[in-house]
C-alpha cells in the first residue's frame, strides 16, 4: 500500500522537536529521572496550546496518533500531572530562546509592526459574567510582528493599563537588529519612542495625533503603502484568538504569560510550514 504523505501536524511535531533539540539540553539534569525528555514536553506543550485543549484531551488523543508519537520517540505516554509540573518548570527564559530560533525559520525584511489586543484570562461566559456582574480582568498583549512574513519577532504581556507609549520601548530595546522600520498607529506617538528608535538606527513610521496643521501635515507626507503594512499586525492578533483561542486557560498569571508565548511559538512554526 502506498505510504500516506505526512499531514500538517506531524510537520508541525518534527518542526517544534528540532527546535527544541536547539534550545535546551536533553534533561534538565543529571539526577533527573529520565523517562521523559525536556523536548518531548515542549513539543507537548506545544500540541496542547495549539489544539486549544486540557492536558487529559490531548493525552487522550495521543493514543491515536502512532506517527506523532514515533516522531516523538514517545514510547508511553505520561501523566497529566507530568505535563502539568513540566509548564511549572519550563522558565519563560525557555520560551523566549525557542520564540527567537523560530523567527529564524522565515525571511524577514525589517519592517516591523507594533499593535495591542486583550486576551481574557477565564474562559467563563460572557452570558454568565454579564448576569451574575463579574469583572474580569484581561491580559494587554503587545506583539511585534514581521509585516513580510506575519512572524512574531516579541511579545510584551501585562495584566496592569499600561499605556502603549510606555511598552514599545522595552520591545525595541529588546530587538533593534531586527527592526529597520517601525510602523505604529496613534497611540505610540511619542517623542520618547521616536528618539529612542533613532538611536538605535530605526526608522519610526508613526502617525502623530493631530492636534494642529502641522500634525495633520505630516500624517499626510507619511508613505501609505508602507505604512499600510501595519495593518498585518491586526491580522496576526486576529489570527491567534481564532486558531488558539481568546483567552488563556492557565490560572496564575506567570503561567498565562507562558501560554501566550506558547502560542506565539506555535503560529511561527506554523507559519514555516
Not at 539540553?25 to 485543549?53: A, D, E, G
Not at 459574567?129 to 504581556?157: F, G, P, S
Request: charged share 25%.
Amino acid at each position: 500500500m502506498k505510504a500516506l504523505p505526512k499531514s500538517r501536524l506531524l510537520r508541525f511535531v518534527e518542526q517544534a522537536m528540532h527546535l527544541a533539540r536547539r534550545a535546551v539540553t536533553r534533561y534538565s539534569s543529571k539526577f533527573s529521572k529520565q523517562r521523559y525528555t525536556l523536548h518531548q514536553h515542549i513539543v507537548l506543550l506545544c500540541l496542547k496550546v495549539r489544539k486549544n485543549t486540557t492536558y487529559r484531551t490531548i493525552l487522550d488523543e495521543l493514543i491515536e496518533m502512532p506517527r506523532i508519537r514515533s516522531a516523538l520517540d514517545l514510547e508511553e505516554i505520561p501523566a497529566p500531572s507530568t505535563l502539568c509540573k513540566a509548564f511549572s518548570c519550563l522558565d519563560m527564559a525557555v520560551w523566549r530562546v525557542l520564540l527567537n530560533l523560530s523567527v529564524t525559520l522565515l525571511p524577514t525584511n525589517g519592517v516591523v509592526g507594533i499593535d495591542a489586543s486583550g486576551f481574557d484570562r477565564s474562559h467563563a461566559s460572557k452570558h454568565y459574567t454579564k448576569r451574575t456582574e463579574l469583572t474580569i480582568q484581561q491580559l494587554k498583549v503587545t506583539l511585534l510582528v514581521d509585516a513580510k512574513v506575519n512572524v512574531i519577532l516579541d511579545l510584551h504581556v501585562t495584566t496592569i493599563r499600561k499605556h502603549d507609549s510606555q511598552i514599545a520601548p522595552s520591545l525595541i530595546k529588546r530587538n533593534p537588529e531586527s527592526i529597520d522600520i517601525l510602523l505604529g498607529d496613534k497611540g505610540y506617538d511619542d517623542q520618547k519612542i521616536r528618539r529612542l528608535a533613532r538611536q538605535y538606527e530605526v526608522r519610526p513610521l508613526i502617525k502623530h495625533r493631530e492636534f494642529t496643521s502641522l500634525h495633520k501635515a505630516w500624517n499626510a507626507r507619511l508613505d501609505a503603502d508602507l505604512y499600510g503594512q501595519r495593518s498585518q499586525s491586526e491580522t496576526v492578533n486576529s489570527t491567534l484568538k481564532r486558531k488558539y483561542g481568546a483567552f488563556v486557560r492557565s490560572r496564575r498569571w506567570w503561567k498565562q504569560f507562558r501560554e501566550l508565548t506558547i502560542a506565539c511559538l506555535i503560529h511561527n512554526v506554523d507559519r514555516s510550514l
